[in-house]
């Protein structure tokens, strides 16, 4: 019997990509730093899960021989452009430049109702997830969700299925009383290697993504109901 949904945040819940790019670019230029990220070298570097951890991937693909030299300096820049985009994005939100998935919050809203647990497993940071819901939701969005698991939780990225099993274990629900929501490969990957079963609802970044193993790929949660997840799921458990 399906008893909880699980969802990813960006890209899933809400169209971010477009906002975090704005303001990862927005950053590089606070901090003096020549580099602008096209949406094609965006798109690539979205397979690295994490902000920080893509920042250093990209830095040691410009400058292969790039190391610490003075104590932990590079690890204090990458933190400092962090910082910025992350105040970069937040105010995007609060302007109105970041729109939810068509579908999630009636989805959302109904199933809360219909008495399933809900649960958010992401690998970006708190401070996304609360300004990003507090905006779509209201200040009470945390009622919705029985546990969240992010970056502050969560320190091994996905694919890697760790914040998926850290919300298995806080919601004490087995992964097949469960649905997962997510739009990327690695979120798809991290979510299987957890053993739930996964619906994925790809956006213009990941719709070129290897979705095996999803049980549907839809284009959006727009018309999706609380009815029609148990009957899919009962189909198959």
């Known amino acids: ?76 820049t990458i933190d400092q452009l962090h910082w910025l985009k992350t105040a970069a994005y937040e105010q995007a939100i609060q302007d109105g430049e970041v729109a939810m998935r068509p579908g999630v919050l009636d989805l959302i809203c109904e199933a809360e109702r219909s008495g399933l647990q809900l649960a958010i497993a992401t690998t970006t940071s708190p401070v996304n997830i609360s300004t990003l819901l507090r905006k779509a939701i209201g200040p009470d969005w945390r009622h919705y969700f029985l546990v969240i698991e992010d970056a502050s939780t969560a320190a091994v990225k996905k694919p890697h299925p760790q914040v998926y099993l ?30 739930l079963t996964t619906l994925v609802t790809p956006n213009a970044f990941t719709q070129t993504h290897d979705f095996t193993g999803a049980l549907r790929v839809l284009p959006s949660l727009e018309g999706v109901h609380v009815a029609q997840l148990r009957e899919l799921h009962a189909s198959i458990h």
């Open 1 to 76: 019997m399906l008893q909880a949904l699980i969802f990813d945040v960006d890209g899933t819940l809400a169209d971010t990509e477009m906002a975090h790019l704005a303001a990862f670019n927005h950053a590089f230029q606070e901090a003096g730093m020549d580099w602008t990220w096209s949406i094609e070298q965006y798109t690539q570097l979205l397979g690295i899960s994490g902000g920080k951890e893509r920042l250093l991937h990209y830095w040691k693909s410009v400058s292969p021989g790039i190391k610490s030299v003075s104590g932990n300096a590079l690890q204090e």
């Open 166 to 195: 850290q919300t298995l274990s806080r919601l004490h629900v087995p992964a097949q009383a469960c649905l997962a929501f997510e739009d990327s490969e690695n979120g798809l990957r991290a979510a299987v290697a957890a053993k």
